[in-house]
T-cell receptor
Framework: NAGVTQTPKFQVLKTGQSMTLQCAQD?????MYWYRQDPGMGLRLIYY???????DKGEVPNGYNVSRLNKREFSLRLESAAPSQTSVYFC?????????????FGPGTRLTVL | GEDVEQSLFLSVREGDSSVINCTYT??????LYWYKQEPGAGLQLLTY?????DMKQDQRLTVLLNKKDKHLSLRIADTQTGDSAIYFC???????????FGSGTQLTVLP
């Protein structure tokens, strides 16, 4: 039982390049999330997926797209990376969107955009 | 938007108690959470408190909630070096579908 896994762990991009961050969970959770964490700031929600087949914008969705490929996998795509997207990206999952359902976090992807 | 504030750093000696404080602005907050982040890892939920509670205790952890002042604290008794980490306060209020996180408090436990 691996929990939430993310690939890659580290990535360096040049401005304008594209890439997809992968996330998978093996807990049969319905809801999944993508956050970014910047120095001196808390996590901010980029996108979330309440259940398979649905996605919704979070607090900071601009410059990102997501795909809920199936119940297990939720990917985050940067179409044209910008230096402002340098951050640590965390994927999380939970049983549902209910407040009492714990969100389980992956180990993060550290992205640098030059 | 709603805001959650925490002090950035706290240092304590091993064996002492640590108290990490948090203030929030959303008066409709119904659930308040404490997460722990160890170096190079994701966040781990430590505990949460529902807004109709004043206190919650779980082994070495005590959470106090003052709804009037919108103040939340996490007390760690007998702090150990393994408690060194960043601690995030987060809240979720009303019909919000997302958590709002504070900036995190870096706890350093000195031997």
């Amino acid at each position: 039982n691996a929990g939430v896994t993310q690939t890659p762990k580290f990535q360096v991009l040049k401005t304008g390049q594209s890439m997809t961050l992968q996330c998978a969970q093996d807990m049969n959770h319905n809801s999944m999330y993508w956050y970014r964490q910047d120095p001196g700031m808390g996590l901010r929600l980029i996108y979330y997926s309440a259940s398979e087949g649905t996605t919704d914008k979070g607090e900071v969705p601009n410059g990102y797209n997501v795909s809920r490929l199936n119940k297990r996998e939720f990917s985050l795509r940067l179409e044209s990376a910008a230096p402002s997207q340098t951050s640590v990206y965390f994927c999380a999952s939970s049983e549902s969107l209910a407040r009492e359902d714990e969100q389980f976090f992956g180990p993060g992807t550290r992205l640098t955009v030059l | 938007g709603e805001d959650v504030e925490q002090s950035l750093f706290l240092s304590v000696r091993e064996g002492d108690s640590s108290v990490i404080n948090c203030t929030y602005t959303d008066s409709s907050s119904t659930y308040l959470y404490w997460y722990k982040q160890e170096p190079g890892a994701g966040l781990q939920l430590l505990t949460y408190i529902f807004s109709n509670m004043d206190m919650k205790q779980d082994q070495r952890l005590t959470v106090l909630l003052n709804k009037k002042d919108k103040h939340l604290s996490l007390r760690i008794a007998d702090t150990q070096t393994g408690d060194s980490a960043i601690y995030f306060c987060a809240e979720r209020g009303g019909s919000a579908r997302q958590l709002t996180f504070g900036s995190g408090t870096q706890l350093t436990v000195l031997p």
